[in-house]
């Protein structure tokens, strides 16, 4: 059976869980395969709106299996909270939430970790706070690392940690930290967590290999965007895993084969989070256009609450993610937020040093010197969140998406022009 992937061509934010939530009617199972709390995917119905960031974007449907894969780093403590407002909302979460026993444990020493490398303004990213990169760091180097399947043996649990915590302690008195962490403590706290998510954690492998040869439909649920990949994104300001399709594989146990559709999401505009080089940017402040797309589009991050900067649409950035992402259609989605506007400029190539490019340069502190070079499009001053089909749209709005479809080369399969799940245009 074919599987789906819902991914998102910039920085994050593209509205992905709005995406996933539409199609995971038609699918058995949502996977997430990369990341951890750091994402914030927001989905409305109608007067409900729910926030998810560590859990797959399915568990709001209790007939959809929801899969958390080996390749995410999982909190225990976000996990039960996020279990427990669903639960407090009136949504079942039982058996269709599976926890891959492979998945990585962040503790609390992961996220003074990140503290503390956050407060050097030399080498601030930006991060979300959540303990990813230092706990997928543990991951990669092995020796300092805990899968959740080992939170289920409690002996096995505390002699690690006794390994691990002095260790750990060391390296953050080195970075300045007065207050170090005690094993055996940390032991009885996660041992608490782990007795409550116990009917979660399985083997998602094999429970996706059996879905896979019982033709289930799987709709694979990307966190962060292509630009934030840790190998292709604009390192260093990445995230610490493979938000590509690519990341799949890894991080779910399903091989690349079986992923025959893949969906890449694009906002209207661009936004992104934290540190790094974003040639679009709109900082034309207080009163500016940038101010006024942040504002009407309610850009302010979803697990951090920060602002998001913002700026224009960067299709040489699309073309260079769409092809890594292998997309075969996108969605454009926000587009309510422009109406108003008297004109739109997208970004068809970059000034680099004196000469026009139209490639993505292959390093960050290039792009940094990047100047965008934009086509002017009229805007359309009508409000479009009741359209329904592309013939209610006003033909500006029309030919702004046409022009994005000729620039990036993809057909556009949705259009969203507001948050609810009704407020979709499907082509
Ligand atoms: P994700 O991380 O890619 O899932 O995206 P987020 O949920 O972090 O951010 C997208 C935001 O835009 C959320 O607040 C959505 O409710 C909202 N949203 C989604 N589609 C639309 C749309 O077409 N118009 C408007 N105005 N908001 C939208
Ligand atoms: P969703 O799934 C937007 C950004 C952070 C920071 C960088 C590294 O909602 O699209 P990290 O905490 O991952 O080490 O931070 O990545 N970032 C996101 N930005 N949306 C996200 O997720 C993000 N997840 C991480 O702001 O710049
Ligand atoms: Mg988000």
Request: aromatic residues 8%; hydrophobic residues 30%.
């Given at each position: 059976m074919p599987a789906t992937c819902v991914v998102g061509l910039q920085w994050g934010d593209e509205a992905k869980g709005k995406i996933v939530d539409l199609l995971s009617d038609r699918h058995d199972f949502v996977v997430r395969y990369n990341g951890g709390a750091n994402a914030g995917h927001t989905i409305v119905w109608g007067d409900r709106t729910f926030k998810l960031s560590l859990l797959p974007t399915g568990v709001l449907k209790p007939q959809v299996t929801s899969v958390i894969g080996n390749g995410l780093v999982v909190y225990p403590p976000r996990f039960l909270e996020e279990v427990d407002q669903l639960l407090a909302a009136g949504v079942p979460v039982g058996k269709n939430l599976v926890l891959s026993d492979h998945a990585h444990v962040i503790f609390l020493y992961h996220m003074e970790e990140e503290r503390l490398a956050e407060a050097d303004a030399e080498g601030k990213l930006g991060t979300t706070g959540r303990g990813i990169g230092p706990c997928y760091q543990d991951k990669v180097g092995r020796r300092f690392a805990i899968r959740i399947g080992e939170l289920l043996n409690p002996t096995h649990l505390r002699d690690r940690l006794r390994h691990i915590v002095p260790v750990k302690n060391k390296l953050l008195a080195a970075f300045g930290s007065t207050t170090p962490f005690n094993a055996d403590k940390l032991c009885v706290e996660y041992l608490g967590y782990a007795e409550r998510m116990r009917s979660h954690i399985g083997d998602t492998v094999r429970i996706l290999h059996d879905g896979l040869a019982a033709g289930k439909n799987l709709l694979f649920e990307a966190a962060q965007g292509s630009l934030l990949d840790v190998d292709h994104g604009t390192y260093p300001y990445v995230t610490s895993s493979s938000s590509l399709p690519s990341g799949i594989w890894t991080g779910s146990g399903v091989p690349a084969r079986n992923v025959t559709r893949i969906i890449g999401v694009v906002k209207a505009y661009t936004t992104r989070v934290?540190?790094?080089?974003?040639?679009?940017?709109?900082?034309?402040?207080?009163?500016?256009?940038?101010?006024?797309?942040?504002?009407?589009?309610?850009?302010?991050?979803?697990?951090?609450?920060?602002?998001?900067?913002?700026g224009w649409l960067d299709t040489v950035a699309l073309r260079y993610t769409s092809?890594?992402?292998?997309?075969?259609?996108?969605?454009?989605?926000?587009?309510?937020?422009?109406?108003?506007?008297?004109?739109?400029?997208?970004?068809?190539?970059?000034?680099?040093?004196?000469?026009?490019?139209?490639?993505?340069?292959?390093?960050?502190?290039?792009?940094?010197?990047?100047?965008?070079?934009?086509?002017?499009?009229?805007?359309?001053s009508e409000d479009i969140t009741t359209a329904r089909a592309k013939k209610d749209l006003p033909a500006a709005a029309r030919r702004y998406v046409d022009r994005i479809r000729e620039l990036v080369g993809l057909p556009v399969s949705h259009i969203s022009v507001g948050p609810d799940r009704v407020q979709t245009i499907t082509e």
């Open positions: 934290g540190r790094g080089p974003f040639p679009t940017e709109l900082d034309d402040g207080p009163t500016g256009i940038g101010e006024r797309i942040r504002k009407i589009g309610r850009e302010f991050g979803t697990v951090t609450g920060r602002p998001r900067r913002v092809a890594l992402a292998g997309t075969d259609e996108i969605t454009v989605m926000l587009l309510d937020v422009l109406s108003g506007l008297t004109e739109l400029k997208i970004c068809t190539a970059y000034e680099l040093d004196g000469e026009r490019i139209t490639h993505f340069p292959s390093d960050a502190y290039q792009l940094e010197r990047c100047q965008p070079v934009y086509e002017t499009m009229p805007g359309w």
